[in-house]
């Protein structure tokens, strides 16, 4: 089964303008992580921002904030005031406290291609 | 920059062949994490080490093999290489052993080409 869901292939945006990227997850623990990355064309994974299942309130690093549903299982994150350099490919991931041999690991959506145009 | 390094950057090779993957960790992290990234299968979790011992496996096939030297730098052998294994391979690290809100932090990952 898919753990996370990331529904928008592609989103765009004007510079200056927010922009939420869904992300949606699927698991039976109690306790997980949730987290989000950025790869820019030239390739590396960049830590954005994480949440934490018994966080009650929204993550927030700077222009990034995650809007966490518990209930609806759903992690977006909301980019303010975009910029051109935030033009990348978005990664949602979750971290869960499983059994056995996957501890550890973390389990990445499909991306969404983020273009912001000026 | 992360403070995570690979090596080499780019690498090309032809079928059949094995290679190696260097990565050094964030100074402090003791976990070190391998993934594949390609564009059938979108970023796979490979294996994961902490404090020089295995700690989880995931979807690494048998040609692959990893380890975690006392120096906490790791290794990524893939050997009998087929085409298949083209893909950008990513190792990561984190200060702890793999708790919920333990962060990873990339290196700039391996381009392997299989010819």
């Known amino acids: 089964a898919q753990k996370i869901t990331q529904t928008q292939p592609g989103m765009f945006v004007q510079e200056k303008e927010a922009v939420t990227l869904d992300c949606t997850y699927d698991?039976?623990?109690?306790?997980?992580?949730l987290f989000w990355y950025k790869q820019p064309s030239s390739g590396e994974m960049i830590f954005l921002i994480y949440?934490?299942?018994?966080?009650?309130q929204n993550a927030t690093e700077g222009r990034y904030s995650l809007n966490f549903q518990k209930a609806r299982k759903s992690a977006n994150l909301v980019i303010s005031a975009s910029q051109l350099g935030d033009s990348a490919m978005y990664f949602c991931?979750?971290?869960?406290?499983?059994?056995?041999?996957?501890?550890?690991?973390?389990?990445f959506g499909r991306g969404t291609q983020l273009t912001v145009w000026p | 920059d992360s403070g995570v390094t690979q090596t080499p950057k780019h690498l090309i090779t032809a079928t059949g062949q094995r290679v190696t993957l260097r990565c050094s960790p964030r100074?402090?992290?003791?976990?070190v994490y391998w993934y594949q990234q390609s564009l059938d299968q979108g970023l796979q979790f490979l294996i994961q080490?902490?404090?020089?011992?295995?700690?989880a496996k995931g979807n690494i096939l048998e040609r692959f093999s990893a380890q975690q030297f006392p120096d906490l730098h790791s290794e990524l052998n893939l050997s009998s290489l087929e085409l298949g294994d083209s893909a950008l391979y990513f190792c990561?690290?984190?200060?702890?052993?793999?708790?919920?809100?333990?962060?990873?932090?990339f290196g700039p990952g391996t381009r392997l080409t299989v010819l």
């Open positions: 990561a690290s984190s200060v702890g052993g793999g708790g919920a809100g333990d962060t990873q932090y």
């Open positions: 698991t039976s623990d109690q306790s997980y992580g």
């Open positions: 949440q934490g299942s018994y966080d009650e």
């Open positions: 991931a979750m971290r869960d406290i499983d059994r056995g041999s996957t501890l550890g690991r973390l389990y």
């Open positions: 100074s402090g992290d003791l976990s």
């Open positions: 080490y902490y404090n020089g011992e295995e700690r």
